[in-house]
């Protein structure tokens, strides 16, 4: 909430919102709720000083950028009460030396013996990355993206915080093809103004073959971000309106079906 401003209404469990505490931030107008057109909502921060004000006033620790299972416990008493982006833990494949941490690796050694190779990363240096949504689909990555890029996987999930973590030359996006994976690229286009978004030259076929419904396992669709519906590139464009006029999307696992034994 303090990062974004605001929380999709459907990310706040049902116990959360019936709390006296969240009652109290809805009566207090430290956040208020606003209906979006196509159904759900968010709840958005009006007033922040009250709001922090409010929280360290019922934590015994002062809030924190990002958390450790640790730093929970001593903010919330509670490991998986925050959010914990704060370990920058990465998994790497590739075929050429990689600087992570000052330190040179031998990455193509790794991959080959091991298929992956795990850091916590403070400073990653090499010239062309690759970040991939799915573990399944990094670990097949090179059969469909050019061995030259180092392909990478956050451990976690993909943050601004391990982002700022690259010295790198070029950056591609390998995601789902749908709002989430959308968001994720336009935020990487936030630090790598330069990222590109990899789109398969057999992307059309794809979708018509392997596409799924947009719907969740509750029959709720997924809906598109501010920042998605207002993107002006041209592939972000292309795919918000395939799932718009089609209710499906393509997830990138669908490139590698041809590779199954």
Request: hydrophobic share 35%; proline share 2%; net charge positive.
């Amino acid at each position: 909430m303090l990062e974004d401003g605001k929380m999709n209404s459907s990310s706040i469990s049902a116990s959360v919102k019936k709390s006296g505490d969240f009652k109290t931030l809805l009566n207090g107008k430290f956040i208020k709720y606003s209906q979006a057109v196509t159904g759900g909502g968010s709840y958005l921060l009006s007033d922040r000083e009250s709001f922090e004000l409010y929280f360290k006033s019922k934590f015994p620790e002062e809030l924190q950028d990002s958390y450790s299972a640790v730093g929970n416990i001593g903010t919330f008493r509670n490991t998986k009460a925050g959010k914990r982006i704060s370990q920058n833990v990465i998994l790497a494949r590739g075929f050429q030396n990689v600087i992570i941490n000052s330190k040179i690796v031998e990455l193509e050694k790794f991959t080959n013996q091991f298929g992956i190779f795990t850091a916590q990363v403070n400073k990653f240096e090499t010239d062309k990355i690759c970040i991939v949504e799915n573990l399944d689909s990094f670990l097949l990555a090179e059969k469909v993206i050019d061995k030259d890029f180092v392909f990478i996987h956050p451990y976690g999930g993909l943050g601004k915080s391990v982002l700022k973590k690259f010295k790198v030359k070029e950056v591609l996006i390998f995601p789902d093809y749908d709002y989430k994976g959308l968001q994720n690229y336009l935020m990487v286009k936030k630090v790598f103004h330069s990222a590109k978004l990899f789109m398969p030259s057999n992307y059309e076929e794809l979708f018509k073959m392997y596409s799924r419904t947009i719907k969740t396992k509750k029959g709720r669709e997924q809906n598109p971000s501010k920042e998605v519906k207002e993107s002006t590139d041209e592939n972000v464009i292309k795919i918000r309106t395939d799932i718009f006029k089609n209710k499906r999307f393509l997830e990138q696992q669908a490139l590698f079906v041809k590779f199954k034994k």
